[in-house]
């Protein structure tokens, strides 16, 4: 009578294992099933490499290489509002403030997330490419002063890969200090 009880038992658990494996199965064919995008995904590395290159020719001061990466109707935005319309207006000025405001300029500690917005949800986030980007800056200004600070920049590519948004999260109070003689 124990032998047959045993077998009953033994062969109870072999079921259950066996229709758990069934189950998991079903679950994985309904999950391969659902193509629906999700809101965000997670971007091609070769744009983190674009950043990296473009932080490297900021840095080096070769503002012409740097803007070769931007759209011609770009448009750069500080979170304090002040925005530069086309590529030869963010040219121009990043190139006088370059020569003529910092003497030297720093990226270190840079934090990269390239991200693909599918459903935009609220304000800029523009369905497309967006870089994301955290870094510390430390400046050199031509007045001799010295600022050390944090950075945060949202760059949106087109479909040419080229930059046509730019927005620039920065706290310009310490900055304009920075530049008093």
Not at 49 to 61: A, N, V, Y
Request: with cysteine; aromatic share 12%.
């Amino acid at each position: 009578m124990k032998k047959i009880a045993l077998a009953f038992i033994l062969s109870g658990i072999l079921l259950a294992c066996n229709n758990s494996k069934t189950s998991d199965q079903t679950t994985m064919v309904k999950d391969a099933s659902d193509t629906k995008p999700q809101p965000a995904e997670f971007a091609d590395a070769k744009y983190m490499d674009i950043g990296k290159q473009m932080m490297q020719k900021f840095e080096s001061g070769d503002m012409d290489a740097w803007t070769n990466m931007f759209a011609d109707n770009a448009v750069y935005r500080w979170s304090s509002g002040d925005s530069l319309a086309g590529k030869k207006a963010i040219l121009d000025y990043w190139k006088n403030r370059r020569a003529n405001v910092i003497d030297s300029i720093h990226f270190s500690n840079d934090i990269w997330l390239p991200i693909k917005i599918n459903q935009p949800q609220k304000g800029p986030d523009a369905p497309g490419i967006w870089l994301l980007n955290w870094y510390q800056v430390n400046a050199k200004y031509k007045t001799g002063k010295k600022l050390q600070f944090w950075v945060h920049t949202d760059y949106h590519f087109d479909a040419s890969d080229k930059i046509d948004q730019a927005i620039q999260y920065i706290d310009m109070a310490p900055i304009k200090a920075a530049l008093m003689k």
